[in-house]
């Protein structure tokens, strides 16, 4: 009697293993993050004024929020312009602050065609961010 009871108990625990062991693996896995590292330290939007993109002068517009999602002020912001064929050189600007966080970039598209650009950011204490945008240029 108290035999055939142990041996129900073991199968009820082992069935109860099975199937949270089901359930577990039919479940992804979270990911925990370090609370630092699951933001980046500022978001950054990058646009053209004009656009679309045309050959000529132009300007970048560059909008740069903290993690926390206010004006990012006083940084220094950076933009270097590659297009995507070897063999021309880079166009680099660097932008002056307007409204608080948003930073303008006196550029030239000197050529028509697909351009990569970097944009990077950095404040006093080291911190720097760069943030790629793939942009097409028409002639
Ligand atoms: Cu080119």
Redesign the pocket.
């Known amino acids: 009697m108290r035999g055939s009871r142990s041996l129900m108990l073991a199968l009820i625990a082992a069935l109860i293993l099975l199937l949270t062991a089901c359930g577990g693996s039919a479940l992804p896995t979270p990911t925990v993050l370090p609370a630092d590292s699951a933001l980046p330290a500022y978001q950054i939007a990058v646009r053209g004024e004009p656009e679309p993109h045309t050959v000529g002068d132009a300007s970048l517009v560059v909008i740069v929020m903290t993690g926390s999602g206010t004006p990012a002020t006083g940084l220094t912001v950076s933009a270097r312009g590659d297009?995507t064929?070897a063999g021309?050189a880079p166009v680099l600007g660097e932008g002056t602050e307007g409204d608080p966080g948003v930073y303008t970039i006196p550029w030239q598209w000197t050529?028509a065609?697909d351009w990569i650009v970097d944009v990077t950011v950095r404040a006093a204490d080291g911190t720097e961010v760069t943030q790629t945008v793939n942009v097409t240029v028409e002639s």
Do not use: E
Request: no cysteine; proline share 0%; aromatic share 0%.
């Open positions: 297009m064929h021309m050529m065609g």
